[in-house]
C-alpha cells in the first residue's frame, strides 16, 4: 500500500499532538486483578468496514489519523468490549491480525504487560512488539524523546519503509521514548520494535483501547504460532479472558524486524516483507540479514522477539528435510533395526507372513508435510530395495485444517511393515502444503497444531528454497527454529 510522502512528515518525535493535547492520555489506576478469570470467551467478529484513515487536503489517504466508524453492531460490541478489557488491564487479549493471532495488552501498564509473558511463559527478557492505529500515537509516544542528530538520520530513514509497507507486516526499531513504556515491554533494550497492522480489525481495537498495544504471538511460549483462534483457545483457555475471533490469518507468519538505527541496517527477523522488496527502496539498498535460523544462545536479551529461543515447536519430533532430500521409511526413528533386506514377498504369503496386529506393537504415529516436490505418502509403499513396506490402508481425504483462507487436504493411512516373522504397522497422517509459497506461509503452523492434535510422535517436513530472502525465507526460518533435526543439509 502507498502513501504519500505528506504523510510522512509526522516522524518527527518533537512535533506536538493535534491541539496542543494529549489524544491518548496517561492510563488511569487501574483496578485489582482478580484472581482466576474462569473459561476463556470467544467473541465473534464478521465482516465490517471499522474505519478509515482521515483524508487530508494534499492526499487522499495518509497514516496520520485512523477514524473509526462506530455503531452499534454485534462485531463493533465485541470490539470495544476487547478495547475496555485492555484498558481495564486485567487479563491480555487475543486478536487477530494479517500475520497471526496476537495477546495484546496496554504497553504503558507494567501489570499488564506481565499478564502476557505470565498467560504465555514467555521467558521475561523477551522484548515485545508495540502495535499503533496511526502516526499520531507515533507522535504521542515519541514527543519527549531527544535524538542525536545521527539518530534522528536513521530514523527519517524509515519514512521509505513506512510509505511503502505500512500498514503492514513489517516492524521497525526506533528508540525507546523516555518514561512512556512499561520496562516490561523492551527488556531493557533501549529500542523498541513499533508496527501499524494492515489489519483493520486490530487498528480499530487499538484505536479504541485508546494505549499501543504490546502483542506478541498468542500462543503458550514455543508453541506454533497461532492462525486461528480455536489455536489460541488451546493454548491459553482459562488464562485470557476474550479472544476476538475474526477468522484465520491470511499470511500466516510473523512481521520482518528491522533495525534501521545502524549502518548497515539489518533484518533481525524475516517474515511478511521480503529483503528483496525493502532493498528496491532508496536508502536500503544495503540492508543485510541479521538472523540466524536456529535459536541464539548468550545472557543478554535479544534485539527482537524470535531470536534467542526456541519458537514454534509441537509436541512432535520435527525432521526437516531440506535440499531435495526425501528420507526412506527406515529413516523413521525407532524402526533402524529393522533389516529391510527382507521382502514382504510381493504380496504373496509365505510361511513367515503373520496378521497384522490391530495396534503397532511400536504406538509410533508419523507425520508427513508436503511442499512442492515430494509425493504421497513419500513413496513409501513402493517396496523399492526390498523393503517389506507398503501403505496397507488408506483413509478417505479430509479437509480439516484451516490455512488462511483456504483448506488443507489431509489423508491418513497405515503403513505396513515386516522384520522376518515380525510384522505391524505404523499410523500415518499426510499433509500436502500446496506447492505455492504463500500458502505454505500460511498453512505451516496450522498444520504443525494439527500433527499435535491427531498424536504424532514424528513428523517428516519437506523444506523449501529460500533464495532470495523472500517470504520463503521467514517459512523456513520458523521451520529451522521448529526442528529437532535438520537432514539433507550442506
Known sequence: MMHSPAAMDQLHPSEPAIGGSSKYPVQKELSVKPDGCGETKLLKVGPHTFGKFLETANTRSSLKTWIVENDSSETMRHVQTAAMAIRDGNYPVAFPTETVYGLGANARDSRAVQGIYNAKGRPSDNPLIVHIPDLDMYTEMMKGLTMSQETGLYVARYNELI????????????????????????????????????????????????????????????KPSPTTAKHVFHDLNG????????????????????????????????????????????????????????????????????????????????????????????????????????????????????????????????GILRTKHWNKWLDWEKNQSGEAIKVLEQCKKET??????????????????????????IKLVDVHLGSNTETIASGLFAALREMDKRGVDVIFVEGIKADGGGIAAAVMNRARKAASERWGKA
Request: net charge negative; glycine share 10%.
Open 400 to 425: 480439516a485444517i484451516t490455512a488462511g483462507f483456504t483448506e488443507l487436504d489431509y489423508s491418513t493411512g497405515k503403513l505396513f511393515c515386516r522384520d522376518g516373522a515380525n510384522s505391524f504397522c
Open 239 to 366: 488464562k485470557i479472558q476474550y479472544i476476538l475471533d475474526g477468522g484465520p490469518c491470511n499470511i500466516g507468519v510473523e512481521s520482518t524486524v528491522v533495525d534501521g538505527l545502524r549502518d548497515p541496517p539489518l533484518i533481525l527477523r524475516p517474515g511478511g516483507v521480503s529483503i528483496d522488496a525493502i532493498k528496491q527502496c532508496p536508502g536500503w539498498e544495503n540492508v543485510q540479514k541479521g538472523y540466524k535460523d536456529e535459536s541464539e544462545i548468550g545472557g543478554s536479551a535479544p534485539r527482537a522477539p524470535g531470536m534467542k529461543y526456541k519458537h514454534y515447536s509441537p509436541n512432535a519430533t520435527v525432521i526437516l528435510c531440506e535440499d531435495g532430500f526425501s528420507p526412506a521409511p527406515q529413516s523413521i526413528p525407532g524402526m533402524k533395526y529393522l533389516d529391510f533386506d527382507r521382502r514382504a514377498g510381493n504380496g504373496q504369503e509365505s510361511e513367515e507372513t503373520e496378521t497384522v496386529p490391530e495396534t503397532p506393537p511400536t504406538n509410533l504415529n508419523v
Open 163 to 222: 510509505n511503502k509497507f505500512w500498514p503492514g507486516a513489517l516492524t521497525l526499531l526506533f528508540p525507546k521514548p523516555p518514561n512512556y513504556l512499561a520496562p516490561e515491554v523492551t527488556a531493557g533494550l533501549d529500542t523498541v520494535g513499533l508496527r501499524m497492522p494492515d489489519s483493520a480489525l486490530a487498528r480499530t481495537l487499538i484505536k479504541l483501547s485508546g494505549v499501543p498495544i504490546a502483542a506478541p504471538s498468542a500462543n503458550s511460549s514455543t
